[in-house]
């Protein structure tokens, strides 16, 4: 059974970095592209970022030249490297992943921002 756990989530002040992280665990095959999303209380989620399995990137308008996405394959791991936060950063942060032609959630993990 596949399963996508977050880590790295917690309090900081505004204008602090926080770097999460997801793990792809189970029986994989192959993992295509790799995405971060939130949602904050009371709000729809969003996507946030992307990598495809060639490295390519992309970004949400408002986390553009902030954060970062990465990945190191043989770890089957995707990183969020967010630097500069804001308080309107707050919010579940999760990750889902392309594994064997089947998208996966992870449960997620809250990042707060103080101002």
């Known amino acids: 059974q596949v399963q996508l756990v977050e880590s790295g989530g917690g309090l900081v002040q505004a204008g602090g970095s926080l770097r999460l992280s997801c793990v792809a665990s189970g029986r994989i095959f192959s993992i295509n592209a790799m995405r971060w999303h939130r949602q904050a209380p009371g709000q729809q989620r969003e996507w946030v970022a992307l990598i495809t399995s060639i490295g390519s990137t992309s970004y949400a308008d408002s986390v553009k030249g902030r954060f970062t996405i990465s990945r190191d394959t043989a770890r089957n791991t995707v990183y969020l490297q967010m630097n500069n936060l804001k308080p309107e950063d707050t919010a579940v942060y999760s990750c889902?992943?392309?594994?064997?032609?089947?998208?996966?959630w992870g449960q997620g993990t809250q990042v707060t921002v103080s101002s």
């Open positions: 889902s992943a392309v594994i064997d032609s089947t998208n996966y």
